[in-house]
């Protein structure tokens, strides 16, 4: 049985001008203890997907359909007491720019040992000794428990999140572009460490990036998200061998890199589409350089092409024996 | 070389009046939508009809000699006066006769001239001092920052009343004063922090670098996006003006022929209002138009308010 | 031939540091950029890379005179930029260089429609007919993509999407036909696949208006792409400077070693070593007068430690490094 099994997962926002299709038909798995990435673009839907999974969404969304299944239970339907016990112990998450969400008036050893002690029935002194073992974990040196949120720099901050969200030492970690605002050094830092903690206590993650070249490196698995929906879903490394859909093709070649020759980019024409009118058929389909006619008619079926792999496209790049 | 293309589309004011049309129908959109804005505004229209119908029925069913505001009274019920409602009078008299319903209509028009006026003066000087001190900062912006700290810890009815002493104040000049007074206060303060958020943008430093002058990136930038803050403040302050006419008024210190504060004066003056209730028609009236109007005010710039700041407004 | 457009001599910007102490009145100040030198040849794109808070923005802001140098000199074809004050020399000046900036979103007046928004460097300059105007911004708009030009000009920039917004700040740049343009981090803020699409325009308008960049970005990548040199910074100093291939195939400063070493490769098949660098950066207040790398640096010796900053030297080629160690 999978960690979590996230079944046809449909969700929009409702807003004056309309329904905005934000997560349409999104299946995946996720193995414990393994590093999953889903990369997309911003409005991809990649935030979307994580808030429905922890039953986070604001007041304007509505769920329309699917299962998540954690451990086997239907995240969907429990009772809202029982969700706010998963949160944390089960799934927890690294928001994005969490860093400044610290509240600056307190100390953030403080922060962390309150956010301890509404999960966990444990004394302060105990939550204290938890939260320097967690300092020490992220790497931080445990003198700056007790310092304020400004006397942190970017890093530091972004250490102490994740410190925060490893509390409850949950099997599944959500990290929403953990290190996008952090210079290529710090991030290094960070993603090593988040990655020598997964090993260590076993604990599946789920990276949520636009960055492909982070989503290279920490994940075993992908997917590639486009205009709500999952276009590709499988193995890193047969992903970046054999890409399927004709976007993940073009995500990889818009990425200019520091090693191997220097090669021409290729942009994609057009913008992403408005999630409130999405295109009939593929989304992707106004932009796509191999579109055929049944492209714009018919959404294409998600489906295996390699054991593991899995493509929503009419003309799949590769892969197809 | 990519050929000239001649626009040659539509001339260009047509294509700005119907940009402008547009953002007017969305932002009225948007006002209509905050509930307490329209309120305002149709309480408003109540008080602008009262305005416009008085000389009218000044001109055809009444008679001047007996409903003038000022001058009227009525012979019909010597000795009666002050009477209480009637078919006749149906906010019934003063206690020198005269007709309340038609003072309270006269009176509405000098509120609306004094309101608008002071308001408007208070906002221009905000916003042209809010701008050069966000934009220039240094001596200038210190010198008036702390000018409205003065202005602001003044006792203003006190210098009023100082002031009337030197010269008659009529309402033009109250006007003039009040709008100057607390253009120089708190307002700039307000103004100035939005007109900072401003400037710190990189649209103005791309105005900079294109060559603009202080004196266009002022203009062409930052006035204009501190613009719909002034025009909220400027809602509130007649509101302030309407109020510190009222409050003047019944001290007796202006030199105005009739208005709300004159009309609870008189009855005052007269010894009216000791005996609560009795005569209620001599001070309910006015007071309750003060305070509709003001109140009217009030709920337009909380309506605008959802307009201008994004923040306030439901999903 | 090659001939230099815009040369930097010894330029420095201080800030100085708030103090809220009372008793003692020691001057602090930040060491924004400190004392940099370097020079952009004509029709070429010079990068500048650098994380966060390493001087690079303020360099360019100090070259469209945004800021004043402290002290040093900027010369623009032969001329001292420093010396300009105001009049018709500041005005040729403005026309000359331009800049673009880094966020597409604040960057535009939200109260401007595209049309007013790049008409506005022309009006300054004094294009006082307005159907030359309309005509110069259609022209632009077509240049930079945006087609047909009739659908965007009187738009909002919230009715478009980040990329075409970038493309309406290039257009603004470039509409007055500069001769320099400060690009600073131009496509940091974009959706990966309108990325590529922008630097492409921005090495099109090259060839076809023979502008000269200075680019400025952290993503050691796209300066690759982009650059024909880079200089890399560090907290305001420029530790090597080269051409783009030479610095990144064969780094010999530590710290560029350890930036690109941190750079993630778009390849799960390759295990990229840790980079070489110990702690964290700090702000370079009233900095030691040692090596500003120093304190991170793992391979540093005693004579870093005993000597002053080291000087930036050529190594060979045009590639000059600042650091005892490389020689």
Same mark, same amino acid.
């Given at each position: 049985m999978p960690?979590?099994?996230?079944r046809n997962l449909t969700m929009h926002y409702v807003t004056k001008m309309g329904d905005v299709h934000a997560v349409d038909d999104v299946s995946f798995m996720i193995e414990a203890g393994e590093a999953i990435g889903l990369v997309g673009e911003s409005g991809c839907g990649k935030t979307s997907i994580a808030l429905t999974l922890l039953r986070l969404l604001p007041d304007n969304a509505r769920f329309l359909g699917g299962q998540v299944l954690f451990e086997g239970k239907d995240l969907t339907h429990i009772p809202e007491e029982e969700m706010r016990k998963i949160r944390w112990r089960g799934i927890s998450m690294i928001f994005q720019a969490a860093m400044n969400s610290l509240n600056p008036v307190y100390r953030v050893g403080d922060q962390i040992i309150e956010a301890i002690q509404n999960h966990l029935p444990i004394s302060y002194r105990e939550a204290k000794r938890r939260v320097s073992e967690l300092f020490e974990l992220v790497g931080l040196p445990p003198e700056v428990i007790d310092r304020y949120p400004h006397e942190y720099s970017g890093g530091m901050k972004?250490?102490?999140?994740?410190?925060?969200?490893l509390a409850c030492d949950p099997k599944l970690v959500i990290a929403d572009e953990p290190t996008t605002a952090l210079d290529v050094i710090v991030q290094d830092h960070i993603l090593r460490r988040i990655d020598e903690v997964r090993k260590k206590l076993n604990m599946a993650m789920m990276y949520i990036s636009h960055d492909i070249a982070v989503i290279a490196e920490v994940s075993q698995r992908l997917g590639v998200m486009y205009a709500g929906c999952l276009v590709e879903f499988g193995d890193t490394v047969t992903i970046f061998k054999r890409p399927a859909h004709p976007y993940t093709v073009a995500l990889m070649s818009a990425f200019p890199s520091i090693k191997g020759e220097k090669r021409k980019l290729q942009g994609l024409p057009g913008e992403p589409p408005d999630l409130l009118q999405p295109p009939l058929g593929c989304r992707f389909h106004p932009r796509c350089a191999y579109a055929t006619a049944i492209c714009a008619q018919r959404a294409p079926r998600y489906e295996e092409i390699e054991p593991g792999?899995?493509?929503?496209?009419?003309?799949?790049?590769?892969?197809?024996a | 070389m990519i050929p000239r293309r001649n626009v040659g589309i539509e001339p260009l004011w047509k294509i700005r009046a119907r940009l402008w049309a547009r953002s007017l129908r969305k932002n009225w959109g948007l006002f209509w939508e905050s509930r307490i804005g329209p309120l305002g505004l149709a309480i408003i229209l109540f008080f602008v009809l009262l305005m416009v119908a008085h000389p009218i029925l000044m001109a055809t069913v009444w008679d001047p000699r007996v409903y003038d505001p000022v001058v009227g009274f009525d012979r019909a019920m010597v000795g009666r006066h002050p009477a209480p409602p009637s078919w006749a009078h149906p906010l019934g008299t003063d206690p020198i006769g005269r007709d309340i319903l038609s003072q309270l209509m006269w009176s509405t028009r000098s509120e609306f001239a004094l309101g608008v006026t002071s308001a408007l003066i208070t906002v221009v000087i905000g916003t042209f001092i809010g701008a050069v001190c966000a934009y220039f900062g240094g001596v200038v912006d210190t010198f008036f920052m702390r000018l409205a700290?003065?202005?602001?810890?003044?006792?203003?009815?006190?210098?009023?009343?100082?002031?009337?002493?030197?010269?008659?104040?009529?309402?033009?000049?109250?006007?003039?004063?009040m709008g100057v007074l607390s253009g120089f206060g708190g307002i700039t303060i307000i103004l100035k922090a939005q007109a900072l958020t401003v400037k710190v943008k990189p649209y103005i430093e791309a105005a900079k670098v294109a060559g603009g002058s202080a004196f266009h990136i002022i203009r062409r930038h930052i006035v204009p996006n501190i613009m719909p803050l002034s025009f909220l403040y400027m809602m509130f302050n007649v509101t302030g003006a309407v109020f510190t006419e009222a409050v003047l008024s019944y001290f007796g210190l202006l030199d105005i022929r009739m208005s709300w504060g004159i009309m609870i004066h008189t009855a005052e003056s007269a010894g009216y209002l000791g005996a609560f209730g009795q005569y209620w028609w001599l001070w309910a009236p006015p007071g309750a138009a003060i305070t509709l109007l003001c109140f009217a005010f009030y709920l337009v710039g909380r309506g605008l308010d959802t307009v201008v700041n994004p923040r306030l407004r439901k999903r | 031939m090659m001939s230099t457009i815009l040369q930097l001599q010894n330029?420095?910007? *201080?800030?100085?540091?708030?103090?809220?102490?009372?008793? *003692?009145?020691?001057?602090?100040?930040?060491?924004?950029?400190?004392?940099?030198?370097?020079a952009v040849e004509t029709g070429e794109i010079f990068g500048l890379v650098g994380e966060s808070g390493c001087g690079k923005t303020t360099t360019g802001k100090l070259i469209v005179k945004l800021y004043e140098p402290t002290s040093g000199k900027i010369f623009l074809d032969g001329q001292d930029i420093t010396l300009i004050r105001s009049g018709a020399a500041l005005r040729r000046f403005r026309r000359a260089v331009q800049m673009i900036f880094q966020d597409p979103y604040e960057s535009l007046n939200p109260r401007f429609t595209i049309f007013d928004t790049i008409a506005e460097p022309l009006e300054i300059h004094g294009v006082r007919s307005l159907s030359e105007r309309e005509a110069q911004v259609a022209e632009i708009l077509s240049q930079v993509g945006l087609t047909p030009p009739e659908t965007f000009m009187f738009r909002y920039p919230h009715e478009l999407s980040g990329g075409q917004r970038q493309r309406v700040a290039i257009a603004r740049a470039m509409v007055i036909r500069p001769r320099f343009v400060v690009a600073d981090e131009p496509t940091s803020m974009l959706d990966v696949s309108v990325r590529a699409g922008v630097m492409e325009l921005l090495l099109e308008l090259r060839r076809d208006f023979g502008v000269s960049y200075l680019y400025i970005t952290h993503d050691l990548a796209v300066a690759r792409y982009m650059c024909e040199r880079l200089a890399v910074m560090y907290l305001g100093k420029?530790?090597? *400077?080269g051409s783009t291939e030479v610095v990144i195939q064969t780094p010999l400063h530590p710290y560029t070693q350890a930036l690109l070493a941190a750079v993630p490769v778009p390849d799960p098949t390759y295990k990229r070593e840790p980079p070489q660098i110990k702690g964290d950066v700090i702000a370079p207040i009233n900095?030691?007068?040692?090596c500003r790398f120093l304190p991170r640096c793992p391979k540093a010796q005693e004579v870093c430690a005993r000597s002053p900053h080291p000087p930036l030297v050529d190594v060979g080629g045009g590639h000059f490094v600042s650091c005892y160690l490389v020689r």
């Open positions: 960690l979590l099994d996230v972004q250490r102490a999140v994740i410190a925060m969200a792999h899995l493509v929503a496209c009419w003309n799949p790049r590769s892969g197809r | 700290d003065l202005v602001m810890l003044f006792p203003f009815i006190a210098l009023l009343m100082v002031l009337r002493s030197i010269v008659t104040l009529d309402l033009w000049r109250l006007a003039l004063v | 330029v420095t910007k *201080l800030f100085p540091v708030k103090q809220r102490t009372f008793a *003692l009145k020691v001057r602090q100040f930040v060491h924004a950029v400190d004392m940099v030198n370097f420029i530790v090597e *400077l900095p030691p007068p040692q």
